[in-house]
């Protein structure tokens, strides 16, 4: 289905609305003269895009209604692409309608074709959001509670997730660090028949090796220095429920020996403690490693390593999740700004092309606080670049302008030509249907030598 291409014109002069009109008519262009009629218009015709001069009508000479209609069209469908008309002695009241939330403006008098560049632009950059919006819409892109996902790989682990969920089977996740291990492994949890029962977690690598088996098994009474009391291990906390071992490659080999033991048998004895205990508990454990390579190095026991990878889930990291960065963000976005109690409402143009492009390397856990900080520090209702602290080169723009594009696209068509033709220019011309002169023009362009 062809997206639609609506544009709404607001503009008091009759004369420059007929103008538009006109060239701009390969879209479905709407027209309105005052604050009242555009947004008469905004609600019923719904615009991608709307060019708003900000002199109107009962303040042509000033900006007052211009910047309240913006108000009111970005509380109304904030999606919406603003571009502001504006004149040289206005331009303070068009950067102002920029840090409001406008997308762009430009100069008057109007230039045709600059103004339909910055519309194209507008309706290719909403057209890419809606179809993240539709994604973050479909049941697909919400597989079930706490995941945020439309990427085809995190949809893979999520369906997995959900098939398993119900059976006994111990479960893997693999995947780099920040990239969301322990929220597929509690959403198995809570799709599970244990639902009801207790999700308990443990970090191998955070705590003392001398410490974790008391950690995992519990300790008696006096069974070393400072254990001044009876304590339950976190084995036994999880009985009749999930028992989460987070970095399960740190965990010392002594110790895998002992969970392996537990994991034939289902019974703990506590360090110092001489009764068995028998733990009813479903395993699901993590890791950033690689547990074969672990294996081969004769640091991971091979017979663990199967007990505990009846099935394997891998989470990829957020740079290969295409789409899932910006539909985390604007989710983080509307979280925090509710937790803070902050007016920010979304981003940037700016910012969300950054955000899309950004390699990412701490995954979801550097983005998640990336967010939460440019909302503490955020001037505006909108999340600018700057907020987020991505510095220039860090994010390669991920959005070309049509001239890039175009440009592109017929370098890619010449090369591919004269190749076909083994480089005879006349073949080529032809195939391209274009004149001689032409081609050579195109091929002197792109420094393409006959």
Not at 338 to 353: C, I, M, Q, S, Y
């Amino acid at each position: 289905m062809e997206p639609s291409r609506k544009l709404l014109i607001v503009e008091d002069d009759p004369g420059l609305r007929s103008q538009m009109r006109w060239a701009l008519s390969d879209m479905d262009v709407f027209i309105a003269e005052d604050r009242e009629s555009a947004l008469t218009t905004l609600r019923k015709e719904e615009p991608n895009v709307i060019v708003l001069d900000l002199g109107l009508p009962p303040d042509p000479n000033g900006a007052s209604e211009g910047l309240a209609t913006l108000d009111a069209v970005l509380s109304f469908k904030p999606e919406t692409k603003v571009i502001i008309a504006s004149g040289n002695e206005e331009r303070e009241n068009a950067l102002k309608a920029i840090a409001a939330g406008a997308y762009d403006f430009y100069p008057k008098p109007v230039d045709i074709d600059i103004l339909r560049l910055i519309i194209e632009r507008a309706m290719n950059l909403y057209a890419l959001e809606e179809e993240n919006r539709n994604l973050s819409r479909s049941q697909k892109a919400a597989p079930f509670s706490g995941i945020i996902a439309s990427s085809p790989g995190m949809l893979q682990a999520c369906q997995i997730i959900e098939r398993v969920a119900t059976s006994e089977v111990t479960v893997l996740v693999t995947g780099e660090s920040g990239t969301g291990k322990e929220v597929l492994a509690r959403a198995l949890h809570e799709l599970s028949e244990r639902a009801s029962g207790p999700f308990v977690a443990i970090n191998c690598a955070a705590i003392p090796e001398n410490l974790l088996e008391s950690e995992l098994f519990g300790h008696e009474k006096g069974a070393f220095t400072g254990a001044v009391r009876q304590t339950i291990g976190k084995i036994e906390q999880a009985d009749k429920g999930t028992l989460f071992l987070d970095e399960i490659g740190d965990m010392p080999l002594a110790l895998q020996a002992k969970l392996l033991r537990f994991l034939q048998d289902r019974l703990i004895e506590r360090v110092g403690g001489r009764s068995q205990i028998k733990v009813d508990v479903r395993i699901v454990s993590a890791t950033n490693k690689s547990l074969k390579a672990m294996i081969e190095e004769a640091t991971f026991r091979e017979d663990l390593y199967y007990r505990l990878e009846e099935v394997g889930v891998h989470i990829p990291p957020l740079r290969e999740r295409e789409g899932d960065a910006v539909l985390l963000a604007k989710y983080f976005v509307q979280r925090f700004a509710k937790e803070l109690d902050k007016p920010v409402r979304g981003f940037t143009n700016d910012a969300l092309v950054a955000v899309a492009s950004y390699n990412w390397p701490g995954n979801v856990r550097e983005l998640e606080n990336r967010i939460k900080r440019a909302i503490v520090l955020a001037d505006g209702k909108l999340i600018t670049v700057q907020d987020l602290d991505i510095v220039s080169g860090e994010a390669e723009p991920a959005f070309p302008t049509l001239k890039q594009s175009r440009e592109r696209a017929e370098f890619a068509a010449v090369k591919q030509a004269l190749e076909l033709s083994d480089d005879n220019v006349s073949a080529a011309a032809k195939l391209l249907g274009v004149s001689r002169p032409t081609l050579y023009d195109l091929m002197k362009s792109f420094n393409l030598r006959e």
